[in-house]
């Protein structure tokens, strides 16, 4: 499977646990953005990286919420001290690059509820 | 003014018609432009994207962008149950060509 692959798929964490999310981009595609959606709301971009390098993370939250994508494995969200309003699906997608039109494919999603 | 606006629906057509799916947005200066579809509890398929004005088909599926009048819109030609989902439109917004800002997305039934 060449897709963008996410997992897990369905996570669930008590208040106050960590929550990991962990994605491969599409082979080729050295690109990786994080997206949020909210019960009944849309699509929220969170960040972008490239290979070791946070290029925006203005989407993200302040607090408890960060992303890398090393050099090796895939990248990661991880949100910390996790609270019930974390309860969302969040996405990954990848994209060859930005020359072009920059199309974006998304992965499976992982829906995280926070009990 | 929403970034990215869409009619939520449901828009409801018979199987067979033309489907017609329309989006505004606020930046002048976007210029990428990406229609997504959207099954209940999956993830976002790319269907189109369009970056010139005028029209583009791939299949059944036309996307037609006026930048001057700020909209993107999608046809859907011969509609099927299958096509039932949620669209989403999604633009390059604020000078960026990376970070994609969506519409809430318009609620399609097609009936058989």
């Known amino acids: 499977n060449a897709g963008v692959m996410q997992n897990p798929r369905h996570l669930v964490r008590r208040r106050g646990q960590e929550a990991r999310l962990r994605c491969s981009p599409m082979k080729g595609h050295s690109h990786v953005y994080w997206y949020r959606q909210l019960p009944e709301e849309g699509l929220k971009f969170m960040v972008y990286l490239q290979k070791e390098n946070i290029i925006d993370e203005s989407g993200m939250p302040k607090e408890r919420f960060s992303a890398e994508f090393p050099k090796e494995g895939p990248s990661i969200l991880r949100i910390q001290q996790v609270v019930r309003g974390d309860s969302a699906a969040y996405f990954c997608?990848?994209?060859?690059?930005?020359?072009?039109?920059?199309?974006?494919?998304f992965g499976p999603g992982t829906r995280l509820t926070v009990l | 003014q929403k970034e990215v606006e869409q009619n939520s629906g449901p828009l409801s057509v018979p199987e067979g018609a033309i489907a017609s799916l329309n989006c505004t947005y606020s930046?002048?200066?976007?210029?990428?432009f990406f229609w997504y579809r959207q099954y209940s509890g999956k993830s976002p398929e790319l269907i189109m994207s369009?970056?010139?004005?005028g029209d583009k088909e791939d299949g059944r599926f036309t996307a037609q962008l006026n930048k001057a009048s700020q909209y993107v819109s999608l046809l859907i030609r011969d509609s099927q149950p299958s096509d039932s989902a949620t669209y989403l439109c999604a633009v390059n917004i604020g000078g960026s060509n990376y970070k994609l800002t969506f519409g809430k997305g318009t609620l399609l039934t097609v009936n058989p």
């Open positions: 930046d002048r200066g976007s210029q990428s």
């Open positions: 997608a990848s994209s060859q690059g930005l020359a072009g039109g920059n199309e974006q494919f």
């Open positions: 369009i970056y010139s004005n």
